[in-house]
């Protein structure tokens, strides 16, 4: 079982280089969710979406974009990079909100230099 | 403010000890909680949801208690095995929309030693 797949895992950026993180599930949820964890921190919800077509922002999501073209991807667009945008980036999702568990996929770790 | 606090950090124990794990939150009004696994270099996983009506759930030798009067959860973790080392984070989710907010702890270290 595939469950929520994250590419790349690794990736180094120059400031100002732009680059999509994709995020895939094969579980069939509507839920779909984009993380930040900074060292030591708690995770942050950057964008979210229920449903193909639909997305809102969460509580960080200046620098970032999203879209939700099916219900299988969920890809997450860094414009102009910055170096506060170094992090792990986490996707996640469920099949009813936040009523029922959370997936996450593997993390994609991301360096702006 | 709504603020999720995890203490300690960090905690060792020997193998084969019963330990609990602590979580705090500021605002009672929550509608669930959640408890999550995180390897290193890895995602997380759900161990546990409690729902805002529930007092406890068990999963194996896993067990999440909740007391929203005062703001508290534990995962409660039984015979220690140096495979549970990992670092544990609880969520709270409020708000009545289908996503809601979560929030998440700082989480705690846990290190078994054989």
């Known amino acids: 079982n595939a469950g929520v797949t994250q590419t790349p895992k690794f990736r180094i950026l120059k400031i100002g280089q732009s680059m999509t993180l994709q995020c895939a599930q094969d579980?069939?949820?509507?839920?779909m969710y984009w993380y930040r964890q900074d060292p030591g921190m708690g995770l942050k919800l950057i964008y979210y979406s229920v449903g193909a077509g639909i997305t809102d922002k969460g509580e960080v999501p200046n620098g970032y974009n999203v879209s939700r073209s099916t219900t299988e991807d969920f890809p997450l667009r860094l414009e102009l990079a910055a170096p506060s945008q170094t992090s792990v980036y986490f996707c996640a999702s469920s099949s009813r909100g936040y009523y029922e568990k959370l997936f996450f996929g593997s993390g994609t770790q991301l360096s702006v230099l | 403010k709504q603020e999720v606090t995890q203490i300690p950090a960090a905690l060792s124990v020997p193998e084969g000890e019963n330990l609990v794990l602590n979580c705090s939150f500021t605002?009672?009004?929550?509608?669930?909680l959640q408890w999550f696994r995180q390897d290193p270099g890895k995602g997380l996983t759900s161990l546990l949801l409690i729902q805002s009506s529930q007092r406890e759930q068990t999963s194996g030798r896993l067990n999440a208690s909740l007391d929203k009067s005062s703001g508290r959860s534990t995962l409660y973790i039984a015979a220690s095995q140096p495979g549970d080392s990992a670092t544990y984070l609880c969520?709270?989710?409020?708000?009545?929309?289908?996503?809601?907010?979560?929030?998440f702890g700082q989480g705690t270290t846990l290190q078994v030693k054989p």
């Open positions: 969520a709270v989710r409020y708000g009545s929309s289908n996503t809601g907010k979560l929030i």
């Open positions: 579980m069939n949820h509507n839920y």
């Open positions: 605002d009672s009004a929550i509608y669930n």
